[in-house]
């Protein structure tokens, strides 16, 4: 065969003497986090937050008394025993090779890169950490009382209906799984009263009653089933609140420090990320759990 005449520079040849554009690293991972961004956080000193209940008892009043009766006494009582929330720490440790970050810092800087990372990830963990704690989280900590079965599996109208009437005093937020919300959405459809949406920071969340259905991927689906809540928040409605640290050393953010830590004899640096969180339910029935959620369940239409 006769080889081919280039009459031009081509592009394979050119190739190595182009630039190009990058971006920074992706990561699947980062969600929104619209659970720590709808929630009220309060500042917490030295790392503990006392939640202060009364015992609730009937209280002895006269509306309209007669001048000849004495009034009745009564008086408020206080746990003695109230509870404490100390903070818990999300924390992790960054190493990066000097050599690494002195050779290979540009167009992007690599220790900035992947302190932004892992900064990501923590944040990830604590919104993770609020509602699935041991100690602390929501799912935890929901009082009996507030926690209500679905009728048939999937998430109904009525399901969410149940929902509001526990806890129905200035209900804020639903959070569900995005499969829970498109499962209730299949659900509404079928019975012909879509769901409504509002536009909140920018994005359009579906709503039920008046109420945004607001998502979160920390509310896991295990065997097709999963959980949502219902919550009151801020400390003035007696609601469910965030708490968070401020002023700490290093700080980049609301209870979150970045630290350096030194270079070893490995010319490994080190970075200690730390995140400082916790939550309280403030009254019971501030937060409601529908539990049982069936996120297959698809319907045919005729």
Same mark, same amino acid.
């Given at each position: 065969?006769?080889?081919?005449?280039?009459?031009?520079?081509?592009?394979?040849?050119?190739?190595?003497?182009?630039?190009?554009?990058?971006?920074?690293?992706?990561?699947?991972?980062?969600?929104?986090?619209?659970?720590?961004?709808?929630?009220?956080?309060?500042?917490?000193?030295?790392?503990?937050?006392?939640?202060?209940?009364?015992?609730?008892?009937?209280?002895?009043?006269?509306?309209?008394?007669?001048?000849?009766?004495?009034?009745?006494?009564?008086?408020?009582?206080?746990?003695?025993?109230?509870?404490?929330?100390?903070?818990?720490?999300?924390? $992790?440790?960054?190493? %990066?090779?000097?050599?690494?970050?002195? +050779?290979?810092? *540009? @167009?992007?800087?690599?220790? /900035?890169?992947?302190?932004?990372?892992?900064?990501?990830?923590?944040?990830?963990?604590?919104?993770?950490?609020?509602?699935?704690?041991?100690?602390?989280?929501?799912?935890?900590?929901?009082?009996?009382?507030?926690?209500?079965?679905?009728?048939?599996?999937?998430?109904?109208?009525?399901?969410?209906?149940?929902?509001?009437?526990?806890?129905?005093?200035?209900?804020?937020?639903?959070?569900?799984?995005?499969?829970?919300?498109?499962?209730?959405?299949?659900?509404? $459809?079928?019975?012909? %009263?879509?769901?409504?949406?509002?536009? +909140?920071?920018? *994005? @359009?969340?579906?709503?039920? /009653?008046?109420?945004?259905?607001?998502?979160?991927?920390?509310?896991?689906?295990?065997?097709?089933?999963?959980?949502?809540?219902?919550?009151?928040?801020?400390?003035?409605?007696?609601?469910?609140?965030?708490?968070?640290?401020?002023?700490?050393?290093?700080?980049?953010?609301?209870?979150?420090?970045?630290?350096?830590?030194?270079?070893?004899?490995?010319?490994?640096?080190?970075?200690?990320?730390?995140?400082?969180?916790?939550?309280?339910?403030?009254?019971?029935?501030?937060?409601?759990?529908?539990?049982?959620?069936?996120?297959?369940?698809?319907?045919?239409?005729?």
């Amino acid at each position: 065969m006769a080889e081919t005449t280039h009459t031009a520079l081509g592009e394979r040849a050119a190739r190595p003497l182009a630039n190009t554009t990058k971006t920074p690293p992706q990561m699947l991972a980062i969600t929104p986090r619209w659970l720590v961004s709808f929630l009220p956080w309060v500042p917490v000193e030295a790392g503990t937050y006392r939640v202060n209940r009364v015992i609730e008892a009937p209280a002895e009043l006269e509306c309209n008394p007669h001048e000849e009766i004495d009034l009745p006494e009564t008086f408020v009582d206080y746990q003695e025993k109230p509870r404490e929330y100390p903070l818990q720490a999300v924390t $992790t440790i960054v190493d %990066v090779q000097t050599r690494v970050s002195d +050779l290979y810092r *540009s @167009p992007y800087d690599q220790i /900035r890169e992947q302190l932004r990372l892992t900064v990501e990830k923590v944040k990830e963990r604590q919104e993770g950490e609020i509602i699935n704690n041991a100690e602390y989280g929501l799912l935890t900590n929901a009082a009996p009382s507030m926690r209500v079965k679905t009728r048939k599996g999937s998430p109904t109208p009525d399901d969410f209906d149940e929902l509001i009437a526990r806890v129905w005093k200035e209900p804020a937020f639903f959070f569900a799984h995005p499969l829970a919300i498109a499962a209730f959405g299949r659900e509404c $459809t079928y019975r012909g %009263v879509p769901p409504p949406t509002v536009t +909140l920071f920018g *994005s @359009p969340f579906l709503t039920w /009653r008046g109420i945004p259905i607001v998502p979160t991927d920390k509310l896991y689906v295990n065997g097709g089933k999963t959980n949502v809540l219902l919550m009151r928040v801020g400390d003035k409605k007696q609601g469910v609140v965030g708490l968070f640290q401020p002023g700490l050393p290093g700080e980049v953010s609301p209870s979150l420090s970045v630290r350096f830590m030194g270079i070893n004899r490995k010319a490994l640096a080190s970075y200690l990320v730390s995140l400082y969180c916790s939550t309280a339910i403030l009254v019971e029935d501030a937060l409601g759990v529908l539990e049982n959620v069936e996120v297959g369940n698809y319907h045919e239409y005729k």
